[in-house]
């Protein structure tokens, strides 16, 4: 009976005994053996993870931070630059200033003592009644399509050589109302000349000043301080004007063209009268 019941406990508790554990050695072998990828796996993703997060910090850092080079530059530059930059508008502060209206720019009364910044289109320049003291080459120097200049009652004293000579389309210079002692050398293509009002003497006037100027049909230097009639004019001209000469040395015959049909002359009562005002051809 004993024997029995001994039996039927061993069958009972049997499936209740589980296997012991492997040794510890035999564990760390196995868990070693068997997560070697899985370890480097996630050190893998882990480096990464930190890698890139670091380095997406490290960008939007230096994104907020650090300006790229452009924008530096162009930081560096707006604070450097007094002046900005010559661009492809920079008419715009004349036209702002004057007013420019379909290849004419009116710069009247407005005071400037300097020819301004020109459109490059510009063909008709009216500057009347400012302080412009100087005319320079650099004035007109991209400005090719010129055809008429007007600089009436200004303080032009001077005038570079060479300021009209890049300006073979111009037609009519009016410098009356200046200072001006002496001619410029005149671009070739004049129909008109007008230096009325100046202070200009005859040897301010060059020998040749009017020979080659085969266009020339107005010409007008009244009220200056010529000697004589000036040389060589042209025989295009139709209307002269000397009103004023200071001197009677006119005995040498002064010869013109058949075109001449209005002939001012007269000069001052200290020097030579009975002179008549219109001469008619």
Not at 179 to 196: E, G, S, Y
């Amino acid at each position: 009976m004993k024997t029995l019941q001994s039996t039927l406990l061993l069958f009972l508790f049997v499936p209740l005994i589980k296997p012991a554990p492997p040794s510890q050695q035999d564990s760390r072998i196995i868990y070693d053996y068997g997560t070697d990828n899985l370890e480097e796996t996630f050190f893998s993703q882990d480096y990464e993870d930190k890698y890139l997060d670091g380095k997406s910090t490290k960008e939007k850092e230096t994104m907020i931070i650090v300006p790229d080079e452009k924008s530096f530059q162009l930081q560096k530059d707006e604070s450097i630059t007094q002046l900005p930059p010559k661009k492809e508008n920079d008419e715009m502060p004349t036209c702002l200033l004057c007013v420019c209206l379909s290849g004419s720019v009116y710069c009247e009364e407005v005071d400037i003592d300097a020819v301004p910044p020109l459109p490059k289109e510009s063909a008709y320049l009216y500057a009347r009644f400012n302080k412009i003291k100087k005319l320079t080459a650099k004035d007109f120097a991209d400005i090719p399509n010129l055809r008429r200049l007007d600089f009436t009652g200004n303080l032009i004293e001077d005038i570079e050589d060479g300021t009209f000579s890049k300006l073979s389309l111009l037609e009519e210079l009016t410098l009356a109302e200046n200072q001006l002692l002496k001619l410029p050398v005149l671009p070739p293509k004049l129909t008109l000349f007008n230096a009325k009002y100046n202070k200009i003497k005859s040897r301010g006037i060059k020998a040749n000043a009017f020979k080659k100027l085969n266009n020339l049909s107005f010409l007008y230097l009244d009220h200056n301080a010529l000697e004589s009639v000036p040389l060589n004019l042209p025989e295009s001209l139709r209307v002269i004007h000397l009103q004023m000469i200071h001197s009677a040395r006119l005995m040498t015959p002064v010869i013109f063209g058949t075109a001449l049909k209005r002939y001012a002359w007269r000069a001052t009562p200290s020097s030579w009268e009975n002179i008549p005002t219109v001469l008619s051809a």
